[in-house]
């Protein structure tokens, strides 16, 4: 069954920190990797996305991500965190014409001063 | 510039009532989808269209409707039978064969049970 696991519920970290969001995902064919990152009451905003080639992928607003097949995993990372990076954040795994995403169930980040 | 846009930004429902959300999208895209969202439940799938006049439900599609009529429009149709309306909806929308595009997202609309 396809499946995405965001383990960590709730994250805190101080301005300036690096930042690593974990995702893993259970999928039966390829799978497309993406997250996004949502503000409190606005839709879903695209960071980045992967779908073949290389593994480090970068994204938006400094964010990277790396795939690993091995672990089925798909972590996402930034390496000095901005308060306006408080938000919601959603990894989701798809693939193949007009199937479905699925989304793990989200990562609040809080970002101290 | 090309979106989705979600009316309205809030919506009240008195119990028994149906009340109808909308979505409009003016990228072109061929496929349209309609995600509920609960805190710590993620976003699960009501209903998703990949052309017009063709839909089909998703993991929790019970005491919802919808129709596309139009490519650019998707409606949301909350009835009386969906007992626990009370949640932040959101429509997305891809190009049919553009999965490597992700979705785009509207603002959603939050709909309220009083």
């Known amino acids: 069954a396809q499946s995405v696991t965001q383990p960590d519920i709730h994250i805190t970290v101080s301005e300036g920190a690096s930042l690593e969001l974990r995702c893993n995902y259970s999928y039966g064919a390829t799978p497309y990797l993406f997250w996004y990152v949502q503000s409190p009451g606005q839709g879903l905003q695209l960071l980045l996305k992967?779908?073949?080639?290389?593994?480090l992928v970068q994204g938006i607003k400094g964010f990277e991500a790396e795939f690993k097949r091995s672990q089925s995993s798909f972590n996402l990372r930034k390496p000095s965190v901005h308060w306006s990076d408080a938000a919601e954040y959603f990894c989701a795994v798809g693939g193949g014409t007009g199937n479905q995403f699925y989304f793990g169930t989200g990562t609040s980040l809080t970002v101290i001063p | 510039d090309g979106g989705i846009t979600q009316s309205p930004k809030y919506l009240f429902r008195k119990e028994g009532q149906n009340v109808t959300l909308s979505c409009e999208q003016n990228?072109?895209?061929?496929?349209m989808y309609w995600y509920r969202q609960d805190p710590g439940q993620g976003l699960r799938l009501i209903y998703y269209s990949q052309i017009v006049n063709d839909f089909q439900k998703g993991d929790i599609a019970e005491g919802y409707s919808v129709s596309r009529e139009k490519k650019e429009s998707f409606p949301l149709t909350v009835t009386s039978a969906q007992k626990n309306p009370t949640a932040f909806y959101l429509c997305?929308?891809?190009?049919?064969?553009?999965?490597?595009?992700?979705?785009?997202f509207g603002s959603g609309t939050r709909l309220t049970v009083v």
């Open positions: 990228l072109n895209h061929d496929a």
């Open positions: 997305a929308s891809r190009q049919r064969d553009g999965q490597t595009y992700g979705y785009t």
């Open positions: 992967y779908f073949s080639g290389d593994t």
